[in-house]
């Protein structure tokens, strides 16, 4: 039988990135999402391929910090706690 990969995702809060970024995803790198949440792939920013991707600056710390963790999937969601090491940004 062939072994499935396991990978890691974090659910965090909405609020890590600035609204624009969040309203405004475009089709990559987001996997899925509903009116409240939306699940990101964790883009290498160093590689050179990411040049194909118009990263945001906000995203682009969060894909850093999830980097440094191994984590490969991000799910942000306006209910999910905030982590204190990212920054919060304030919606109208």
């Known amino acids: 039988m062939k072994k499935l990969p396991v990978d890691y995702y974090l659910t965090l809060s909405a609020f890590h990135?600035?609204?624009?970024t969040f309203c405004c995803f475009g089709q990559?790198?987001?996997?899925?999402?509903n009116f409240a949440s939306y699940f990101v792939e964790v883009i290498n920013v160093y590689a050179p391929s990411a040049r194909h991707y118009s990263i945001p600056e906000d995203l682009e710390k969060v894909m850093q910090y999830a980097m440094s963790l191994g984590i490969k999937l991000l799910h942000f969601d306006v209910r999910a706690d905030e982590i204190e090491v990212l920054p919060r940004y304030e919606w109208s």
């Open 17 to 20: 990135l600035s609204e624009e």
């Open 28 to 33: 990559e790198p987001v996997l899925a999402n």
